[in-house]
């Protein structure tokens, strides 16, 4: 069974830092590329950040670019988002996602999602 | 970046309803186009992909149509289980794009 688990979500002062983890089992990390995606409190999807399976190729929203870092551990099975610089607009709940096993940028697996909130 | 409208943005309906979510994309993305069903406090689920796709899992009431810029999500006969937000995305290029979303509320 495919499982994606987020770890890392807390609450953090403007300005700071937090490093987002997302534990993969059911498949080998290697065989897929991964997304995050996010949620602010009562608002809609947003697409924030893409790696390959390789870690050669990412791919980030424009909110978030040159502040947020994307990178996985393929051998750890293990997804990552370093966020730093945070505005009170990164509130949110981040989902880690996966196509893996369909069709690219269609994702069919979810996390549960963890919840970053931004705030003095 | 391409922008993905969704009409309306909430609907009030009974079970047995036909209910019909429009998406534009503000540029041609083909088919690459995919349905989400969200409900509270959960993740999303997919639930259509390449614009007319149905999901392994997902029931035959649900269907979707269109390619280019205009597409189409229609729940034939709205279930209790259907009363959810429902989001399309498009898949063609990135930075990929969500619509604002939909929301299907009980009449």
């Known amino acids: 069974e495919v499982q994606l688990v987020e770890s890392g979500g807390a609450l953090v002062q403007p300005g700071g830092s937090l490093r987002l983890s997302c534990a993969v089992s059911g498949f080998s990390l290697s065989d897929s590329s991964m997304d995050w995606v996010r949620q602010a409190p009562g608002k809609g999807l947003e697409w924030i950040s893409y790696?390959?399976?390789?870690?050669?190729?990412?791919y980030y929203a424009d909110s978030v670019k040159g502040r947020f870092t994307i990178s996985r551990d393929n051998a750890k099975n293990a997804l990552f988002l370093q966020m730093n610089s945070l505005r009170a607009e990164d509130t949110a709940v981040y989902y880690c996602v996966s196509d893996y096993g369909g069709i690219p940028n269609y994702y069919d697996f979810w996390g549960q999602g963890t919840l970053v909130t931004v705030s003095s | 970046d391409i922008q993905m409208t969704q009409s309306p943005s909430s609907v009030s309906a009974s079970v047995g309803d036909r209910v019909t979510i429009t998406c534009r994309a503000s540029q041609d993305i083909s088919n690459w186009l995919a349905w989400y069903q969200q409900k509270p406090g959960k993740a999303p689920k997919l639930l259509i992909y390449?614009?007319?796709t149905l999901q392994s899992g997902v029931p035959s009431r649900f269907s979707g149509s269109g390619s280019g810029t205009d597409f189409t999500l229609t729940i034939s006969s709205l279930q209790p289980e259907d009363f959810a937000t429902y989001y399309c995305q498009q898949a063609y290029r990135f930075s990929l794009t969500f619509g604002g979303g939909t929301a299907v509320g009980v009449k």
């Open positions: 790696i390959s399976s390789s870690s050669g190729t990412k």
């Open positions: 390449a614009a007319s």
